[in-house]
């Protein structure tokens, strides 16, 4: 299924109702990495294409579908 929205690792991991754990089994990363990612999408930003590209496919999602602009306040 193609999705067009974009949402947070978060928020895609909880509406695809995936655990921490199994994510991080799913795209071979630590549960605490995944919480990293979670916490600030600013370490999500500083992963490596090849990870985040990981988490997407894990997700059956692409990298497009990540909410990764940079929010200035």
Same mark, same amino acid.
């Given at each position: 299924?193609?999705?067009? @929205?974009?949402?947070?690792?978060? @928020? ?18 630590? @549960? ?19 990870? *985040?590209?990981? !988490?997407?496919?894990? !997700?059956? !999602? ?5 909410? !990764?602009?940079?929010?200035? *306040?």
């Amino acid at each position: 299924m193609a999705y067009t @929205e974009k949402h947070t690792l978060g @928020e895609w991991r909880r509406m695809k109702n995936i655990s921490r754990v199994s994510l991080a089994a799913m795209s071979g990363t630590t @549960e605490r990495t995944i919480a990293n990612y979670e916490e600030s999408n600013d370490n999500l930003r500083k992963a490596s294409y090849e990870r *985040i590209e990981a !988490l997407a496919s894990a !997700l059956d !999602l692409t990298i497009d579908n990540f909410d !990764l602009q940079v929010v200035s *306040i």
